[in-house]
Nanobody, 124 residues
Framework: QVQLAESGGGLVQAGGSLRLTCAAS????????VGWFRQAPGKEREFVAT????????YYADSVKGRFIISRDNAKNTVYLQMSSLKPEDTAVYHC?????????????????WGQGTQVTVSS
């Protein structure tokens, strides 16, 4: 069974940058779409970004478009989320997830495996 582990979260000032990493173990996700979702306290989980199996297709939430970049290195079994121009409203626990399919998808139920998450806090 694939296990996902996120890292790279932390505390950053508004306008700063962070790079999140999602590493797979116990299997690979080279044949799966991978997504990032986030959940802030008292709010529902929301889609952030997704990438298809090859890295050739990506989608972003409107709130992060132009500021976040998702990428993957299948040789390293790793997916990244480069976050720039961070805002206080980006504060949340960020989770990566591996889809049941090859394609990139924004739909949470289409993801089979989920990581525990990494906290991102952006101070104003």
């Amino acid at each position: 069974q694939v296990q996902l582990a996120e890292s790279g979260g932390g505390l950053v000032q508004a306008g700063g940058s962070l790079r999140l990493t999602c590493a797979a173990s116990g299997g690979t996700f080279g044949a799966n779409g991978v997504g990032w979702f986030r959940q802030a306290p008292g709010k529902e989980r929301e889609f952030v970004a997704t990438i298809n199996w090859s890295g050739g297709t990506t989608y972003y939430a409107d709130s992060v478009k132009g500021r976040f970049i998702i990428s993957r290195d299948n040789a390293k079994n790793t997916v990244y989320l480069q976050m720039s121009s961070l805002k206080p409203e980006d504060t949340a626990v960020y989770h990566c997830a591996a889809s049941r399919y090859l394609t990139a998808t924004t739909i949470a139920p289409e993801y089979r495996y989920w990581g525990q998450g990494t906290q991102v806090t952006v101070s104003s």
